[in-house]
């Protein structure tokens, strides 16, 4: 018997990022839109502990206790006071240190994976804690949809969202999100960093469905640090916007960039230019919002 969970991947519609705080972190807020790109976790009874994973990327994704995947399933079990006897198979979609949480994506549908298989049934509320000790986008993984996240991203406010429709550029390797957060802060240093906020604005356009609007709103404070680390991602970002993209962004830390474009036809038109333009590595096209980690049948 064994239970595979599919979970989506997320895009930050609006990223704002606060100055620094005495521990290091820094206050956000973001708005995820989940989208309609996947991992899937399967979880099967075993004698011990295992990961193993396949996709693309899967030679960069640890097999280890530092897959956020084995770290879910081992405290679920401690907080059951049951062993961790699970191998877990990750079938990997979401790019890699890419800016969409594919760790967080994993470690959520571990957790839901665990939680069946095992017969649990752990309140979701327990999940949601679980998921907010585990990492900062774990929680919206769990719930997907769109939300908004305020103190390090894992305090969750559900927000209305029409369909939008996405490009997805992957670029080659990953960037670090704690490396990009430094550089954040070197770039900012002696400024006065304003408390984060999703515009009202923003939030109308996310709710509108109208992807013009959303478009004119779309930001991400993380981008000039992530263009500083890694300049290329300028021409990947010029070269979505010439080909009929309606805004382009990294998408959080990146160095996936995201390109919101009006309808499926032009989505198709914009990952083939992009894939021409030599500037990533490969394209997906999604849509969101997407559901959330989901036991499949
Ligand atoms: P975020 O958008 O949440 O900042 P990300 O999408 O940039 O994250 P991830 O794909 O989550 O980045 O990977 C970041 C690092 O986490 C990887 O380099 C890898 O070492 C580690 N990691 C742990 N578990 C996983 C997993 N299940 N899949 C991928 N990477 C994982």
Known sequence: MSVTVRVPAKVNVRLAV??????????????????SLFD???A???DALTVTCTGADADRVPLDRGNLAARAAEMLAARAGIEPAVH???AKSIPVAGGMAGGSADGAAALLACDALWGLDTPRGELLDICAVLGSDVPFSLVGGAALGTGRGELLTPVDAGTFHWVFAVADGGLSTPAVFREFDRLTAGTAVPEPQASPQLLAALASGDAGALAATLANDLQAAALSLRPSLADTL???TGAGALAALVSGSGPTTAFLVPDPETAAKVAAA?????????THVASGPAPGATVLP
Do not use: K, M, Q, Y
């Open 88 to 90: 877990l198979h990750i």
């Open 238 to 240: 010029a070269a979505g």
């Open 40 to 42: 899937e976790v399967t």
């Open 274 to 282: 992009l894939e021409a333009s030599g500037t990533c590595r490969a």
């Open 18 to 35: 606060g100055a620094a705080r005495p521990d290091g972190f820094h206050d956000l807020a973001n708005v995820f839109l989940a989208v």
């Open 44 to 46: 099967t009874p075993a």
